[in-house]
């Protein structure tokens, strides 16, 4: 399984962004995807999770009510639609899939894309 991340780019504050995770070498509604982000210095921390079904989804407090996270299984597409993006939103955006139920523990997630970087500047 491969994952390809894109979307990022350099925006201001209050602007929007999609990100796309792209699955390929298997089928999307077999995995679990969550995006993922890391800030220089900071911890890997979950963002949004969506479950294979794509009924059950997280969303850290911190993105409640801005981010929506959402699959397109023709497409084998999940999207991550970013809006009134603030700057402590600024990391790399990564998404990573598995085969088990939803967790933002990211040490579970056995597949992994390559990151897109999002800045948010003031």
């Known amino acids: 399984v491969q994952l390809q991340a894109s979307g990022g780019g350099l925006v201001q504050s209050g602007d929007s962004l999609r990100l796309s995770c792209t699955v390929s070498g298997s089928t999307l509604n077999y995995y679990t995807i969550g995006w993922f982000r890391q800030a220089p210095g900071k911890e890997r921390e979950a963002v949004s999770c969506?479950?294979?079904?794509?009924?059950?989804?997280y969303y850290a407090p911190s993105v409640k009510g801005r981010f929506t996270i959402s699959g397109d299984f023709a497409a084998n597409t999940v999207y991550l639609q970013m809006n009134s993006l603030k700057p402590e939103d600024t990391a790399v955006y990564y998404c990573?899939?598995?085969?088990?139920?939803?967790?933002?523990?990211?040490?579970?997630?056995?597949?992994w894309g390559q990151g897109t970087l999002v800045t948010v500047s003031s």
């Open positions: 990573a899939a598995r085969s088990g139920t939803t967790t933002t523990r990211p040490e579970l997630y056995g597949y």
């Open positions: 969506i479950n294979r079904s794509a009924r059950a989804t």
